[in-house]
């Protein structure tokens, strides 16, 4: 990794976990951990429960009792959105980074991001927010799940905009606090708090709604080319979630004419 001021930021690694006992058996926070260890970050790590039912949660909790530097956030099940923006909200990181338990991107590729914030000047125009990219190579991914990326761009240019950004739904995003804050703070609000549901939920909606209030807000985005490899997961279903994402970009679209973003 190239040299960064690792001594002046904190970094803040927010992890969703629904049921995610299969990835944590596999050693997925031993990995993050390993990481962030060797290349010496000044960090923490956020790992938000979002109401497992399947012993993530106390597995978790031993995790963090024999690492520090990783701390548990219980939240009742509101999916995704709600997961991630409880442990942002929470996060005390100079940047924030959000990130999936899978880890189908590698918490390595920060060192792809990193150069576009000023926590690694390298001369290049200082953004903040910097997202990862799949861009059109999604390694592993079947047909179907790149059916539903390339017709999500097409919707989400036509009802939303910014067609300049190819991939809003790589789990794999960088905040500067402050925008962190004013983005994260504006959703809780328009959905007056994330409401608990029965299902998993991940929604297409959620990435796209996060992008659009920061180019609302003037904020700075950066899309940037990571390594992405499919995991197979029994969460998604491409005709429902399909829907779904349409759905989510149409209530969008309603939330922009009545001028709910300001």
């Known amino acids: 990794m190239k040299k960064t001021n690792l001594d002046n930021f904190l970094l803040s690694v927010v992890i969703p976990s629904y049921n995610e006992m299969g990835n944590l058996q596999k050693g997925t926070l031993d990995k993050v951990e390993h990481y962030l260890e060797k290349n010496k970050f000044n960090y923490e790590v956020l790992v938000v429960d979002d109401g497992s039912t399947d012993g993530s949660l106390e597995f978790v909790k031993k995790f963090s009792r024999e690492n520090p530097k990783f701390k548990v ?8 959105a709600g997961a991630v923006t409880a442990g942002v909200l929470k996060a005390a990181g100079d940047y924030i980074l959000f990130t999936d338990m899978d880890q189908a991107t590698p ?12 926590a690694m000047p390298a001369g290049r125009q200082e953004f903040d927010i910097v997202i990862g990219s799949r861009n059109n190579t999604r390694r592993g991914a079947p047909f179907s799940r790149k059916l539903m990326a390339k017709g999500m761009i097409v919707l989400r240019s036509l009802l939303v905009g ?24 504006k959703m809780l609000n328009l959905h007056g708090g994330f409401k608990s549901i029965k299902n998993s939920s991940v929604t297409a909606g959620f990435d796209v709604e996060l992008l659009y209030i920061g180019t609302r807000l003037g904020y700075k985005i950066k899309e940037v080319p990571v390594e992405w490899l499919y995991v197979e997961t029994r969460r998604v279903n491409p005709i429902k979630d399909s829907l779904d994402g349409f759905l989510d970009l149409v209530r969008i679209r309603g939330r922009i004419l009545k001028g709910r973003y300001g």
């Open 107 to 118: 918490i390595e590729e920060i060192e792809k991001i990193l150069p576009f914030t000023k």
């Open 73 to 80: 956030v219980e939240n009742n099940h509101t999916g995704k």
């Open 162 to 185: 910014f067609p300049e950004i190819k991939d809003t739904q790589c789990g794999f995003k960088l905040f500067t606090k402050k925008s962190a804050r004013e983005i994260f703070e």
